[in-house]
């Protein structure tokens, strides 16, 4: 049994609305968990025990398999998928393949053989589901229940958007969106908004941040995660990210998809998703203890994990070991990789024999503290609570 199952369990019965949701959560969560189901063809090379399998399309990182190093081993990242990924054959030749670029002077077709040409830039972020953390949420939101795992730290390497709009003529007048769209076929008899991975970002941050990526980690990235070329957006939501794009257009409005006029967007439970409401694209600040997990010898502890702003830098971040009563600062580990990385961090600790309530709390470079407590939501996005995120752990 994953050791972030058992924590998780601890903290819902520690808390007051205890024992229901711990059954429930035991229920549905460790028996898919338990199963240990294979990895999917397409992601056959990942580590397979770095991974809690939730389906063919959905796995996470093991809480305890985020080490401090900084980075997120590509065989260890995350996958989420909403449609059946294109077939590895369109990973065979990366520079042949073809994206539409729409909404510039001049609009057309480019190969990422001829993108490569354009220029180049690198950053390191964090890419994170929306969902990340639904799986603390009392209400049973539907999707996968991730706790910590559907977040990892990558380095992408690509053309920025700004110098691919500048090769086009520029963007067409009024235009405040850039809406692109994946690569996937579209399961026949069905309406395409219902289902195509369509999303629209705000064109100044696109200008500014955005890359169109062919490789992560060092190395071409993978079908997987979008190969042969994806859409980074620095800050945002997993969501944003699109993976073998196909088409990126500048557009007035927003795209009337689903997974942007109704999907990802965050309301109260019961409420059906729309237009007006808040879209998952900047990302708050967060952190998490990674390790100890679980129980351990009294002692020197090093207790560790990871902090990120979101959309801002992170300043700092401090651990707690007694549930939030009392704070101390923690130490950044490693380089600093820029505003939209994370950070390991760790505060060497000398506990007692005893029950110890350990969790962290970042601080964003605008002075924005990670909340106690996420509200519930719908859909169960944008988690970040620092109670929850908190491990139970026995000294002897
Ligand atoms: N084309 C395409 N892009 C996509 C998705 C998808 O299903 N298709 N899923 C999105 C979601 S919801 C997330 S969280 C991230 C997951 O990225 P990863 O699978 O590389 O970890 O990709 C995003 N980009
Ligand atoms: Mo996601």
């Known amino acids: 049994m994953p050791e972030i199952i058992k924590v998780h369990r601890r903290t ?9 949701a711990a059954a429930s959560f035991g229920g549905a969560g460790s028996s898919r968990a338990q199963e240990a189901q294979p990895l999917p063809d397409y992601a056959n090379w990942k580590n397979q025990d770095a991974l809690i399998v939730h389906s ?14 900084g980075i997120t081993a590509t065989d260890e990242l995350y996958i989420r998928n909403n449609l059946t990924p294109p077939s590895e054959e369109i990973v065979a030749d990366p520079d042949a393949w073809e994206v539409s670029f729409e909404g510039v002077a001049d609009p057309r077709t480019m190969t990422v053989g001829e993108l490569k040409t354009l220029g180049i830039e690198t950053v390191a972020m964090v890419l994170q589901c929306s969902g990340n953390g639904r799986g ?14 559907a977040a990892g730290n990558v380095i992408w390497s690509g053309v920025p958007v700004r110098a691919v709009v500048e090769a086009l003529g520029g963007a067409n007048e009024g235009m405040k969106f850039v809406t ?54 620095p800050g945002y939501y997993g969501v944003n ?21 109704s999907g990802y967007r ?55 070991t007694d549930g939030g009563e009392t704070w101390e600062a ?40 990670q909340e106690e407590v996420t509200e519930p939501n719908h859909r169960g996005y944008d988690y970040s609570g620092w109670r929850r995120l908190a491990v139970e752990v026995t000294v002897t």
């Open 136 to 149: 603390l949420f009392d209400h049973e939101a539907s999707g996968s229940p991730w706790v910590t795992g």
């Open 180 to 233: 692109s769209t994946g690569g996937e076929t579209i399961p026949e008899g069905i309406d395409p908004k219902s289902v195509i991975v369509e999303r629209s970002i705000p064109l100044e941050a696109a200008m500014e941040n955005a890359i169109l990526a062919w490789e992560m980690n060092g190395q071409p990235v993978p079908l997987a995660h979008g190969g042969p070329l994806r859409l980074i957006i």
């Open 330 to 369: 923690a130490e950044l580990i490693g380089p600093d990789l820029g505003r939209y990385a994370w950070r390991p961090f760790v505060l060497a600790a000398e506990l007692q024999p005893g029950t110890y309530s350990i969790t962290s709390r970042a601080t964003d470079a605008e002075g924005n503290v």
């Open 12 to 20: 819902f019965l520690a808390s007051s609305a205890g024992a229901l």
């Open 266 to 320: 965050v309301r109260p439970v019961g409420v059906d998703g729309a237009p007006d409401q808040p879209s998952m694209w900047e990302m708050k600040v967060k952190s998490w203890v990674t390790n100890p997990l679980t129980d351990v010898a009294s002692g020197k502890v090093q207790i560790h994990g990871v902090a990120f702003g979101g959309i801002n830098a992170l300043e700092s971040v401090e651990v707690s």
């Open 241 to 261: 990210h699109i993976k073998y794009v196909k088409t990126v257009a500048l557009t007035e409005a927003e795209t009337d998809a689903n997974i942007q006029a």
């Open 56 to 69: 063919g399309n959905t796995m996470e990182t093991k809480r305890g398999y985020i080490g401090t190093s």
